[in-house]
C-alpha cells in the first residue's frame, strides 16, 4: 500500500501547512518590523528638526549670543 506516514501523502501535507504558517507568520514579522521602524525614525528625527528651528529663530531675534547658539546646535545634533 501507498498510503504510510503520516497520511495518503507521506507527510507532505504537513510539510506544505507548515511551510505556509512559517511564510505567513514571516510576511507579519516583516510588516510589524517595516511600521515601527518607519515610526520610530519619524518620531526621532522630526524633534531635532523643530528645536533646531526654534534655535535658529532665538538666534534671528537676538535672544542669544553666536557662542550660545553654536554650543545648543551641536547639542541638539548629537
Known amino acids: 500500500m501507498w498510503m504510510h506516514g503520516f497520511g495518503g501523502f507521506g507527510g507532505w501535507w504537513l510539510f506544505g501547512m507548515l511551510f505556509w504558517v512559517a511564510v505567513i507568520v514571516g ?14 525614525g519619524a518620531s ?3 524633534p531635532a528638526v523643530d528645536a533646531l528651528a526654534a534655535l535658529k529663530l532665538r538666534y534671528a531675534r537676538g535672544e542669544i549670543t553666536r557662542e550660545l547658539f ?3 546646535r551641536k547639542d541638539i545634533e548629537k
Open 27 to 40: 510576511v507579519v514579522a516583516l510588516v510589524v518590523w517595516a511600521v515601527r521602524t518607519a515610526s520610530r
Open 70 to 72: 553654536e554650543q545648543m
Open 44 to 46: 526621532a528625527a522630526a
